[in-house]
């Protein structure tokens, strides 16, 4: 499970600027019923195209971004039951950011179609051969694509929020596989400030609301100035606040609800230890910059990373 919140296209600095916490069971030799889940810390995958952390179990990622502006993350909805040999949530962000075939495939491909067809130049369509080559570079659904896809299959998956974003095309979308009565699947994001916990997008559960505060707060005393993203990590993530019991979701058990309506969980449960395993801050400038800062607990010790790289804006 975990809570982020987020500002997408509302501060001159910032198109986009996100804080997440993940949490997960701890890896322990200990660890009861086979639930720990190993998990990779923020790196270049193979291929060097997406940067994000990775599940060590099942390959997915809970948070990535694309060298080409393209970014997705993911929560669990809580909920009771859950599916038997239902498929994994976490390969939901990372095929977004994949790409079909990779350039360099492509150009390889494009050239022996060449050598096979010596006349392909003259062709007098110019916008023909550009359609051809660009499908031959691969192409990428749009946000609001693969959404709709994703929920053609939203069935053979437990409970889900998932965000997409394609910061070239300034699009937003959240898809969820567990709608509000009468709600959409697939919703545009607007500009402002929004809070994705296990609940759905912008819930009223104490813990969301609480972040948002809390982030607003700090936007307040920062002003149109950047935001120091490790500082901001400690002071909106670390929050152990917990709820007073009146106001859990219900959902759970009091006494589990309780220790899970923290911002930073810590508990012990049957299954083994649970709580905040990784703590994200990525920020990205109108100027192309990105900032992936990580904190990360590995063997009770809690260490970090950070990775900047540049994309290209939308003008």
Not at 55 to 77: H, M
């Amino acid at each position: 499970m975990c809570i982020a919140v987020f500002m997408w296209e509302a501060h001159p600095v910032y198109p986009f600027l996100l804080f997440l916490n993940r949490d997960e069971y701890h890896s322990s030799p200990t660890t009861l019923l086979g639930v720990s889940r190993p998990t990779e810390p923020l790196g270049w995958w193979e291929g060097g195209e997406i940067l994000g952390g990775r599940d060590g179990e099942a390959g997915g990622t809970w948070l990535a971004f694309s060298r080409d502006g393209r970014l997705a993350f993911i929560t669990n909805v809580r909920e009771l039951q859950s599916i038997p040999r239902a498929k994994s949530r976490g390969h939901l962000p990372v095929r977004f950011l994949q790409i079909s075939t990779s350039p360099c495939e492509a150009l390889q491909d494009w050239k022996g179609q060449l050598k096979l067809v010596p006349s392909f130049f003259n062709c007098q369509s110019k916008d023909y051969m550009g359609s051809c080559l660009g499908e031959l570079l691969g192409s990428k659904k749009k946000p609001i694509e693969f959404a709709e896809e994703v929920v053609k299959e939203a069935n053979e998956y437990n409970g889900f929020n998932l965000i997409l974003i394609d910061l070239c095309s300034k699009s937003m979308v959240y898809v969820t596989n567990r709608p509000k009565e009468n709600g959409n699947f697939v919703t545009e994001v607007s500009p402002g400030i929004h809070v994705l916990s296990n609940a759905s997008l912008n819930s009223p559960w104490p813990k969301a609301q609480r972040l948002g505060h809390s982030f607003k707060e700090v936007l307040a005393r920062y002003g149109e100035d950047e935001l120091p993203l490790k500082e901001t990590v400690a002071e909106l993530l670390m929050d152990r606040t917990k709820d007073d019991s009146s106001m859990l979701p219900g959902i759970f058990p009091p006494e589990v609800e309780y220790h899970l309506s923290s911002i930073y969980i810590d508990v012990s449960r049957p299954q083994g230890r649970y709580g905040t395993r990784n703590q994200s801050a990525l920020s990205v400038k109108s100027n192309g910059e990105v900032c992936f800062h990580e904190r990360y607990l590995e063997k009770d010790l809690w260490k970090e990373q950070t990775v900047t790289y540049q994309i290209e804006m939308a003008k």
